[in-house]
């Protein structure tokens, strides 16, 4: 167990439906960190939260939104679903880059 | 425009030898390495890093080499064990990026090491 806390483990959806994926951080980390990868593809940089405000965004597309909350739970809400957004969804949490981000063990998501 | 290659998307070898996963870049802001592994239906876990004033770091089986002047990093195992089967994640960071870490992997090399 990482610490980092990913649920649901497993989502299979219709397309243009929404979900929400949610995150809870290993504990005294402020960072939150979303990366999506995809099939054959490393993971890619969605948005970057710390302490409950917005630090950077990545390829996010704009159907899709997070937001960590004053408990430092983050949550990535995907809507408008395409079968394209099918993929593993990672979230990772950390004090600081020295000695990397700890991850969760990601949601895996299917849009049938 | 990927800035993280991994060229080679395997690499086998026999127990006891020695594994050379390798690493590309092309952003010259990036001043901190990092390489993850990561077994199936898991997250990645960090596995060690270097920064970019350094040009290696050894951590037990594991050394990172950093060539800045060619942009290429490389992770050493040694020796390979069968437990170190798994996918391997070079990742980059660029300081400096307004108070964000983020990360910017390449797309993974899948290491094999046969009994």
């Known amino acids: 167990d990482s610490g980092v806390t990913q649920t649901p483990k497993h989502l299979i959806t219709a397309t243009g439906q929404r979900v929400t994926l949610r995150c809870s951080p290993r504990s005294g980390d402020l960072s939150v960190y979303w990366y999506q990868q995809s099939l054959d593809q490393g993971l890619q940089f969605l948005i970057h939260y710390y302490n409950g405000e917005e630090r950077a965004k990545g390829n996010i597309l704009e159907r899709f939104s997070a937001q960590q909350f004053p408990d430092l739970h983050s949550e990535l809400n995907l809507s408008s679903l395409e079968l394209g957004d099918s993929a593993l969804y990672f979230c990772?949490?950390?004090?600081?880059?020295?000695?990397?981000?700890?991850f969760g063990s990601g949601t895996r998501l299917t849009v049938v | 425009d990927q800035q993280v290659k991994q060229n080679s998307p395997s690499l086998s070898v026999q127990e006891g030898r020695i594994s050379i996963l390798n690493c590309d870049y092309t952003?010259?802001?990036?001043?901190?390495f990092l390489w993850y592994k990561k077994y199936p239906a898991e997250g990645p876990t960090f596995l060690i890093s270097i920064s970019s004033i350094k040009d290696k770091n050894e951590d037990g089986r594991f050394t990172v080499f950093l060539n800045k002047s060619a942009k290429h990093l490389s992770l050493h195992i040694v020796p390979s064990q069968p437990g170190d089967s798994a996918v391997y994640f070079c990742?980059?960071?660029?300081?400096?990026?307004?108070?964000?870490?983020?990360?910017?992997f390449g797309k993974g090399t899948k290491l094999t090491v046969n009994p």
């Open positions: 990742a980059a960071s660029a300081s400096g990026q307004g108070g964000s870490e983020k990360l910017v």
């Open positions: 952003n010259s802001m990036f001043d901190y």
């Open positions: 990772a949490s950390s004090v600081g880059l020295l000695g990397g981000y700890t």
